[in-house]
């Protein structure tokens, strides 16, 4: 197969063209595209099709248009801003960047894209002011998100062609994603939960494990048990909406600091002075994204970071530890 040439691209714009192969002859413009650019989605490359910045031969043809081979496809794009978010100068933690992606270190109290309720003061608003070409780039090159309280590792794109290729890896399940939590309960040994996970048929703003829910697994092993409560390690195979807190909860494994999913404060039988006021004053649910695995978008390289406790979540230990 030809493969592509890019001329001039910069990160606002994009020039990119391939001759057709002959055995690509009968089949439609958009599958052909599909295949010629594929660090494109099919739905972006339908849309630059319609609008005639991706040309045949020079000419605007239709994505259900058949090719008979060896035409000429030139892809000519000038990115728009995707949305009329705000650049705003907040602190990032970041861990790695290069031209194609960024890796940042997720504080608590930090949330991740704007919504109802919370317009400004996100990380969409930060990455933009650190990195204004991801106006471009579909929610600013956010492929997967972390609670507000929850801290850790996540992946940003900074071009189109990284995000496309990021998405369709997390689709793949092939990016590594482990967390690190405190769950009140002890735990007899590690499993997966295979539980589908919706809306709350009743609480809107909450989830649950619900019968005709999308499919979600997590996988869970003990790091160390203690007195009333279990440090564990949580993979995810599916990335649902709060589907670590949903799941241990659904265990009746509730992580520490979880009002939304924790049921009542519970603690043991004899637990200290200390361990209850450390218990009742966590104000976030004790969750930690540790390691991020992925191919790099562009080199195709095994990739991974980890990322140390937060102190809070090291305090927590310390007190159950001495507990």
């Known amino acids: 197969m030809n493969q592509p040439n890019s001329e001039n691209n910069s990160s606002d714009h994009i020039q990119m063209?391939?001759?057709?192969?002959?055995?690509y002859c009968g089949k439609r413009l958009d599958q052909i595209a599909s295949d010629l650019f594929s660090e494109f989605s099919r739905a972006r490359l339908q849309q630059w099709i319609k609008e005639g910045s991706l040309l045949v031969d020079g000419e605007h043809r239709v994505p259900k248009q058949k090719l008979l081979g060896g035409e000429l496809l030139e892809?000519?794009?000038?990115?728009?801003?995707?949305g009329d978010w705000q650049a705003q100068n907040i602190p990032l933690n970041i861990l790695f960047e290069d031209a194609h992606i960024i890796v940042i270190n997720k504080p608590t109290d930090l949330v991740v894209h704007p919504a109802a309720g919370n317009r400004d003061g996100t990380m969409l608003n930060a990455l933009l002011y650190h990195c204004p070409q991801l106006e471009s780039v579909p929610r600013a090159g956010i492929v997967h998100r972390l609670d507000k309280?929850?801290?850790?590792?996540?992946?940003?794109a900074k071009t189109l062609q990284a995000h496309t290729d990021l998405v369709a890896q997390l689709q793949a399940r092939t990016v590594k994603r482990e967390y690190e939590a405190v769950v009140s309960g002890v735990m007899t040994g590690g499993g997966i939960v295979d539980q589908p996970i919706g809306r709350h048929p009743n609480q809107r703003t909450k989830m649950a494990?619900?019968?005709?829910?999308?499919?979600?697994r997590t996988h869970y092993s003990v790091i160390q048990r203690f007195e009333g409560h279990s440090y564990v390690r949580l993979r995810l195979e599916t990335g649902r909406t709060h589907q670590i807190r949903v799941h241990m909860a659904h265990l009746r494994f509730p992580i520490v600091g979880d009002h939304t999913y924790g049921g009542r404060f519970r603690i043991h039988r004899g637990a200290s002075d200390t361990l209850r006021e450390t218990l009742q004053g966590f104000g976030r649910q004790a969750l930690h994204a540790r390691e991020l695995g992925l191919i790099h978008p562009a080199t195709g390289e095994q990739v991974s970071w980890a990322s140390e406790l937060p102190e809070d979540m090291q305090a927590l230990l310390q007190v159950l530890e001495n507990d």
């Open 149 to 156: 309280d929850t801290t850790g590792l996540m992946v940003v």
């Open 209 to 216: 494990v619900i019968s005709d829910g999308k499919e979600a």
């Open 17 to 23: 063209s391939a001759t057709v192969p002959a055995e």
């Open 75 to 82: 892809i000519s794009v000038q990115l728009q801003p995707e």
